[in-house]
T-cell receptor, first 115, second 116 residues
Framework: GAVVSQHPSRVICKSGTSVKIECRSL??????MFWYRQFPKQSLMLMAT?????????EQGVEKDKFLINHASLTLSTLTVTSAHPEDSSFYIC???????????FGPGTRLTVL | AQSVTQLGSHVSVSEGALVLLRCNYS??????LFWYVQYPNQGLQLLLK??????LVKGINGFEAEFKKSETSFHLTKPSAHMSDAAEYFC??????????????FGQGTTLQVKP
């Protein structure tokens, strides 16, 4: 089946620094990638949808200048948390699909801890 | 707007017993419905999906779900629980509504505990 990887799997950073998370589709071309955020014991909340070669579409309430998303190729999307603060600590999960309405394949997630 | 409600944030069953996880949805357009499983500190794995074909959908690991339009439900069942089924389960809906194309809207999740 389709495989999606995320790197790093966990990261700890100091407040004020920026962190980049990579999401890769390993065996298929992903025209669309989604970024989710999950707080402990809670559901996944969609942050943004990115299409290869175009700007990401952010959900209401998500700061696009804080959560920079780049989908530069059909196999890679990155999420950069800029000037991270402790409240940004969360589990970030990406998913990828070959087309907008196709099945989404999820990455294993990245645990971000901001001290 | 589309939404999903999972009744019961925590369900506990004995090994070998029937598993029933409830999901109700709201959608003004024909929905696509999904069940995902998540193990601790991992991403989501698709169990099964409904995409307007057969109303009874069979998935992996012995799970199945039935789409009932009259009840706006998509409950997940498994005849006999196994210890390895203990995990978090998410119901999700998708569909073209208000330009909401391709996005998954997740329910709150249900933690399944399986007792020996």
């Amino acid at each position: 089946g389709a495989v999606v990887s995320q790197h790093p799997s966990r990261v700890i950073c100091k407040s004020g620094t920026s962190v980049k998370i990579e999401c890769r589709s390993l065996d298929f071309q992903a025209t669309t990638m989604f970024w989710y955020r999950q707080f402990p014991k809670q559901s996944l909340m969609l942050m943004a949808t990115s299409n290869e070669g175009s700007k990401a579409t952010y959900e209401q309430g998500v700061e696009k200048d804080k959560f920079l998303i780049n989908h530069a190729s059909l196999t890679l999307s990155t999420l950069t948390v800029t000037s991270a603060h402790p409240e940004d600590s969360s589990f970030y999960i990406c998913s990828a699909s070959q087309d907008l309405f196709d099945e989404q394949f999820f990455g294993p997630g990245t645990r971000l801890t901001v001290l | 707007a589309q939404s999903v409600t999972q009744l019961g944030s925590h369900v506990s069953v004995s090994e070998g017993a029937l598993v029933l996880l409830r999901c109700n949805y709201s959608s003004s357009v024909p929905p696509y419905l999904f069940w995902y499983v998540q193990y601790p500190n991992q991403g989501l794995q698709l169990l099964l999906k409904y995409t307007s074909a057969a109303t009874l959908v069979k998935g992996i690991n012995g799970f199945e779900a039935e789409f009932k339009k009259s009840e706006t439900s998509f409950h997940l069942t498994k005849p006999s629980a196994h210890m390895s089924d203990a995990a978090e389960y998410f119901c999700a809906v998708s569909g073209e509504e208000d330009g909401n194309t391709g996005k998954l809207i997740f329910g709150q999740g249900t933690t399944l505990q399986v007792k020996p």
